[in-house]
């Protein structure tokens, strides 16, 4: 296996670990409105995700700097191309990460009021963008022979990359839900427990006629060779069976089903885009590719012994930090 | 870094300016203060070295690197460059008066002063920064890659604009809320063993 296809694998794992990661963040910021309807309930649905949110999005920045280092061309095409987009999503990213922070600082209700619903459009623009880019890399950007991209930003919301969204959305709240039928206790875990089967409802029906525009719109399915159809039946098999265990009240299988969901859903988008990364509707040939857009074997083979001595690090006290604060919320020791 | 010393013509031994207004389109300096033989030392370690002076290197740099312009704002690097030493400077002392007072804390004059030096970081960092990217003119990347090349085409001076605008003013105001909020809890009273739900 050569070093363009084996970090064209680590980028998908960086991005599989995180949308899995920052899927329940979003769904819970998303959820945090309308799970908690009391002040000590929505500080209680906070403190879930709290201490763990922000190694999560470490999980964007590594997936970005690896692209970054290992495909140059693709992050610039990508990031100037959809500069516009971007800045949205860094001012929906900084209200959420200061959200966290300041909302229980101070005791007046408007001020915590303000805040959640900044968490709450701070969690739903970025899943949403994040769909929208996704949908756009598998359906193709007007990238010209230079490998610029000239549109701006409406070209980047139509339809299909819009419904991708929904659908990141849809999957992310269903994630969150479950996650918090784990973490919380009382009424917000009743409701939690609720509110799962119905976003569960909502994520099959957005995911499937996701896939199916996928199927008529793009090749990311149909692709001769390595394409996204077995991880897309396989995602689908485990959506369908997080339903079963919500509907069981097993709550962590359900988690497990979602992280599966999570994992085939994105493994099909780059199984399905390999060995291209960015396609361009204008012509193939004009397509960044690993070989055409990545950086020189010297820069990989460092990046790739960096990456064999310090991932595994990061992993152990990423792990370690879960089961630290692995408790059910109780309402009874808020830090956040 | 020369322009950073405002020093035009090459000089042997070359003086520190302390204080100098630099006249870019004349390539010189209006007024100076100079202190002889500093920056020969600070330079090279000797107090006779030779330090080449900006329009030595320009002309350098043209036979190197083709036609252009090669010299970045003087006078913002050279104040710029000054206030971070400075504030650098004081930062020192003021540690050094922490550690050498047998009672820091009982001297309201010391503490007063302390008060406002949280400012020094913020200065000294920002003037820092300032230097380092206004002096990398015109290069991006050293000798390799100049800024202008390195732009990219499809992004419109407008979106630039629009993001500067907005990430300063979301910046701003969640400055003043940050500071609102330390000044609130900095000024209550110091509650005994409540530490956890302190928030």
């Known amino acids: 296996m050569d070093l363009n296809t084996l970090w064209f694998i680590l980028i998908t794992v960086l991005f599989t670990g995180f949308f899995v990661l920052e899927g329940f963040d979003y769904g819970v910021g998303i959820l945090l409105p309308f799970l908690g309807k009391k002040d000590e309930e929505r500080r209680m649905i906070i403190n879930t995700i709290g201490p763990i949110w922000d190694s999560n999005e470490v999980w964007m920045i590594t997936a970005g700097g690896a692209m970054f280092a290992a495909f140059p061309q693709v992050y610039a095409t990508l990031f100037s191309g959809a500069y516009l987009a971007l800045i949205l999503m860094l001012v929906g990213l900084i209200l959420r990460g200061v959200g966290f922070e300041f909302r229980s600082k101070s005791p007046d209700p408007k001020w915590r009021n303000t805040w959640d619903w900044l968490l709450f459009v701070g969690s739903l623009v970025p899943a949403l963008l994040w769909g929208v880019v996704v949908g756009n890399l598998m359906r193709g950007l007007a990238i010209d022979a230079r490998m610029i991209y000239w549109g701006g930003l409406l070209p980047l919301l139509n339809p299909f990359a819009l419904w991708g969204g929904l659908t990141f959305v849809a999957l992310f709240t269903m994630h969150g839900a479950n996650f918090l039928a784990l973490r919380t206790t009382g009424e917000v875990e009743k409701r939690a427990q609720a509110v799962a089967f119905r976003a569960w409802i909502a994520a099959v029906v957005v995911t499937v006629i996701f896939v199916v525009w996928a199927f008529f719109a793009t090749d990311i399915l149909t692709k001769p060779g390595i394409n996204g159809l077995i991880p897309a039946i396989l995602a689908a098999i485990a959506l369908l069976v997080a339903g079963y265990f919500v509907r069981q009240g097993r709550f962590g299988w359900a988690f497990g089903m979602g992280v599966l969901t999570i994992v085939f859903a994105t493994v099909m988008v780059f199984a399905g885009l390999y060995p291209r990364i960015l396609i361009s509707t204008l012509n193939p040939a004009y397509s960044l590719t690993i070989y055409n857009a990545s950086s020189s074997p010297y820069t990989l083979r460092v990046m790739t012994i960096v990456a064999a001595i310090f991932v595994p690090i990061v992993l152990a006290y990423l792990a370690w930090t879960y089961k630290v604060f692995s408790d059910r919320v109780t309402g009874k020791k808020m830090v956040y | ?199």
């Open chain 2, 1 to 199: 870094m020369i322009s950073a010393e405002a020093l035009w013509e090459t000089e042997q031994p070359a003086s520190f300016l302390v204080v100098a207004i630099p006249d870019s389109q004349a390539r010189t300096n209006i007024f100076e203060i100079r202190i002889p033989y500093l920056l020969s030392f600070l330079s090279y370690n000797s107090f006779t070295a030779r330090v080449e002076g900006l329009n030595e290197l320009e002309k350098a740099a043209i036979a190197r690197y083709g036609p252009g312009e090669y010299i970045p704002p003087v006078a913002i690097n050279f104040y710029a460059f000054r206030i971070m030493v400075l504030a650098g400077l004081l930062m020192v002392l003021l540690a050094i008066l922490a550690v050498a007072y047998k009672q820091p804390e009982a001297r309201p004059g010391f503490l007063k002063v302390m008060l406002w030096a949280p400012i020094l970081p913020y200065l000294a960092g920002t003037t820092g920064w300032i230097m380092a990217e206004v002096g990398r003119w015109p290069w991006i990347v050293y000798g390799l890659l100049r800024i202008e090349d390195a732009i990219s085409p499809n992004v419109p001076a407008s979106s630039i604009v629009f993001s500067l605008v907005v990430l300063t003013v979301l910046y701003a105001v969640l400055s003043v809320l940050a500071f609102r909020l330390a000044v609130k809890y900095g000024t209550q009273e110091a509650t005994s063993g409540r530490v956890a739900e302190a928030y």
